[in-house]
């Protein structure tokens, strides 16, 4: 945010200034949590929260000002106001028309987004660009993209969305648009509005506080009733008045090609994005270029480095099979383009649609869902859906058993699918949704069926050992990527390797990490097996050494992590012992206190035979989401922030500062500084539930045993010590050589469960030392002394589920895994 004093914002909400000092506002928040200090925190009231419960909060974080709807006692200024919303879209519009940037705002039924990007992209080859973010675009989201807002920013590219009618109307006023764009009117929100003639009402509104031209997809029928003293028309069609057309068009597998024409000039273009939809899309942002003086040939280079959104119709191959991720959002009408799309995919395998219910419609779900089917069956798809509308769909489709309630009945039959008829090179998959129904869920576990139809071919080929840990370095390298796709370029990677590479095998899956300079061990002991394998590495051992474990230490160069300073002063040799130090920022356990930070930096600095490589700390519940440990998250950050200040400012600049492991990587992009530390979600697990939706990872361990012994017994028989289970019915009983001793809880006794042919098998009885019982009465296909079983395959049975019964978590499942087991690298 641009400066702006208090007593701007008094003019901007219309309030006489009354207060003695005036002082520079930093921003304006409305989130407690990450409210910085200086920056006015605005109370807003919802149905489920109310600002005003979060004042102390603002208040102890220094907040300097408050804006509220209620009385408050403070020593800062606080601005009443009648309403707290109004207030912010005041602030928003006042800011806005301070500046005097460029403003255009976009709306419309369907592909405003994708408009949007398109636009933001072309016009940042000349210009300073700042467009919406995420999906920031109602009365609360619209504000915070304008308080983005700097003086160096010429365009901002808006959006505006919206539910019901009069919404649009208050959004163009904050926006105050100099041009607006409409690009159809669908039937998305049909159930809030009642008609396509109440949406074309409502997208309208965008006139409102519109100060330009308006910009209307020309072939939409009924964006022509709309009036304006500037309509500029564009649209595939070579319309009367139309500003451009397209000439000619193709879709190939990398895009669209087409021929736009503007009076007299044409121009080839190639937009890397598939559907003819886009079409309409890629003509109204070239048209608002042109309006804002980009040339064609500028258009045209701009357009083909173009890359659209996570999920918009998103294309990738696995396995030889093209998997399209479209479920950002859904409507009748976008459903119907990607439908289209798919069917005019030049691959020459199946076609086949996996589709969400579309949200949003009221009184006409019925019988948008009924078409939806007619149309899958028209279009001769394979089609699976899933939603509350199933029977809907199911009667228009004209099949039974391809429509579900629920994502796990759909999950049974995809299997199923995937497993006797398969997914071959060749084939297309889409996945398109509303956003609601979370589509990235199937997708994640589509994947799982087509990677166990693949692992499954390896298992007679593996070592007959009784207890095996099969290890997958190329998904923990493809984990890895997943990691570096979401970090500056200067940031490095420091995978954490200890207790023996999280139970796995540090001489196996060492083979992942050739793309990363530094590693992380938890002792010397550690560290010298890594020094073995990688001498070139820098190898930091992570928590603080005891004094005997130096000469080792300086005889191999390793990095240390200093818990506290005074251990430096052991350091006897020339040669200098390179450091990181350790900041307790609230973790209780190693580190020196921030207070003692500026003495530690003059202490050190006099030790010329220790150096300072590094600061680094510890979070605490990063992966917790509850506002209370997130608030103590951000406290932690900016006490590590100060600590570096203070330490750089006597000691010099250190080369890494670090905080960040697995979870903050994803959800606390200020804890990146220039080094982060990875730890379980290598291997493939979520650390927290929050990074499902953020990262797909591909879990790389597996944890099998043998048969060794099945039999069938009459009910009344007792399975193992203790008398705990009894059958009641003739069953057959595996006896599988793996127990307590090989690290698997005794917790699951009776209640956990294996996996026998790709199919759950209970476990009976307790868990012996060497053995466990599995009940595979139920268990389809042959089962025979010798098979492997699988503990957790990731499939069937997840470490997830098997850390639920254990009582404990993932990290500790894996640590436990006793060292006699066998380590295999899967290839």
């Not at 636009?119 to 504000?143: D, Q, R, W």
């Not at 409502?202 to 029928?221: F, M, Q, T, V, Y």
């Not at 139809?453 to 370095?473: E, G, I, K, Q, S």
């Not at 006490?639 to 203070?646: E, L, S, Y």
């Amino acid at each position: 945010m641009e400066n702006i004093y208090l007593s701007d914002l008094c003019s901007f909400l219309q309030m006489d200034f009354t207060f003695s000092d005036d002082f520079w506002v930093k921003g304006i928040s409305i989130d407690t949590r990450t409210i910085r200090p200086g920056e006015v925190f605005l109370a807003l009231k919802g149905e489920n929260y109310d600002g005003h419960a979060f004042l102390p909060v603002a208040v102890k974080k220094g907040a300097g000002a408050l804006i509220v709807e209620e009385d408050f006692q403070g020593k800062m200024p606080v601005l009443r106001v009648p309403n707290t919303l109004e207030a912010l879209a005041q602030i928003a519009n006042g800011y806005r028309q301070r500046l005097g940037t460029k403003v255009i705002a976009i709306t419309g039924s369907s592909g405003k987004t994708t408009t949007k990007n398109l636009l933001a992209h072309l016009l940042a080859t000349k210009y300073k660009v700042i467009s919406t973010y995420k999906n920031f675009n109602n009365e609360i989201g619209l504000p915070l993209s304008i308080f983005g807002l700097t003086a160096e920013h010429e365009v901002a590219v808006f959006e505006l969305g919206m539910n019901r009618l009069g919404e649009i109307a208050k959004l163009s006023k904050i926006a105050s648009p100099d041009i607006a764009i409409i690009t159809n009117i669908g039937t998305a929100h049909l159930g809030n509005l009642g008609s396509r003639e109440n949406i074309l009402r409502a997208k309208a509104e965008i006139k409102e506080g519109l100060r330009g031209c308006l910009i209307l997809n020309s072939d939409d029928p009924f964006l022509k009733k709309i009036t304006w003293p500037q309509i500029i028309g564009a649209g595939v069609r070579k319309n009367a008045g139309n500003y451009v057309f397209v000439d000619h068009w193709e879709m190939s597998k990398e895009g669209l090609n087409f021929t736009v024409v503007r009076g007299k000039e044409k121009i080839e273009l190639f937009l890397p994005l598939q559907g003819k939809h886009n079409l309409n899309n890629a003509l109204l942002a070239i048209t608002c270029a042109f309006k804002m003086g980009l040339t064609g040939k500028e258009i045209k280079t701009a357009l083909a480095n173009f890359v659209n959104e996570n999920w918009r119709y998103e294309e990738s191959v696995f396995k030889g099979i093209t998997l399209i991720k479209d479920f950002y959002s859904a409507n009748p009408d976008s459903v119907k383009a990607a439908l289209a799309t798919l069917c005019a995919n030049q691959s020459k395998g199946k076609k086949l649609a996996i589709l969400g219910e579309m949200n949003e419609l009221g009184e006409f779900s019925s019988r948008e869902h009924r078409h939806l089917g007619e149309l899958c069956r028209e279009l001769s798809l394979l089609a699976f859906f899933v939603g509350d509308h199933y029977r809907d769909f199911e009667e228009g489709y004209g099949q039974a058993g391809f429509a579900f309630k629920t994502k796990s009945e759909l999950y049974g039959c995809l299997q199923e699918y995937v497993m006797r008829t398969g997914l071959k090179e060749g084939d297309v998959v889409l996945l398109k949704g509303s956003r609601q129904m979370k589509m990235e869920e199937v997708f994640q576990e589509l994947k799982k069926y087509l990677e166990m139809d693949y692992r499954h071919d390896l298992v007679f080929t593996l070592p007959p050992a009784a207890v095996t840990l099969y290890m997958n370095t190329r998904a923990m390298q493809s984990n890895l990527k997943r990691i570096k796709e979401v970090l500056a370029n200067d940031v490095e990677i420091m995978p954490i390797i200890k207790a023996g590479a999280y139970g796995s095998s540090t001489d196996i899956v060492v083979n992942a990490f050739h793309m990363c300079n530094y590693l992380a061990v938890a002792d010397v002991q550690e560290a010298l097996v890594l020094k073995r394998i990688f001498p070139e590495k820098e190898i930091m051992i992570l928590y603080q050494p005891l004094a005997v474990d130096l000469p080792l230490i300086m005889k191999h160069d390793f990095i240390v992590g200093l818990g506290y300073w005074e251990f430096a002063r052991e350091v006897k040799s020339k040669q200098p012992l390179r450091v990181h130090l350790e900041i307790d920022t609230g973790a209780g356990r190693l580190g020196i206190n921030p207070r003692e930070v500026k003495k530690a930096a003059r202490e050190l600095k006099k030790l010329s035979n220790v150096q300072v490589e590094g600061l680094y700390m510890h979070y605490v519940c990063a992966d917790s989401m509850l506002p209370a440990d997130q608030e103590y998250t951000v406290k932690q950050t900016e006490i590590f922030k100060k600590a570096v200040w203070d330490f750089e400012e006597i000691y010099g600049l250190v080369r890494f500062k670090h905080a960040s492991s697995s979870v903050p990587i994803f959800t606390q992009k200020e804890a990146h500084f220039n080094l982060v530390r990875p730890g379980y979600m290598i291997y493939g697990y979520y650390p927290a539930d929050v990074l499902r939706e953020r990262v797909t990872l591909t879990p790389a361990l597996q944890l099998a045993a043998r048969i060794i012994q099945i039999k069938t017994v009459p009910p009344g028989t007792f399975i193992s010590y203790g008398r705990t289970f009894e059958t009641t019915r003739e069953s057959v009983i595996a006896t599988v050589a793996i127990g307590y001793a090989d690290g698997i809880s005794r917790l699951l006794s009776n209640q956990g469960s294996m996996v026998v042919n790709g199919q759950r098998a209970p476990i009976v009885g307790r868990i012996c030392m060497d053995l466990t019982m599995l009940d595979i009465t139920d268990i389809v296909g042959e089962v025979k002394v010798g098979d492997q079983v699988y503990v957790f395959d990731n499939y069937n049975v997840t470490l997830d589920e098997v850390a639920k019964w254990s009582k404990t978590i993932g990290y500790e499942v894996l640590t436990r895994i006793a060292a006699n087991v066998e380590r295999v690298e899967k290839i």
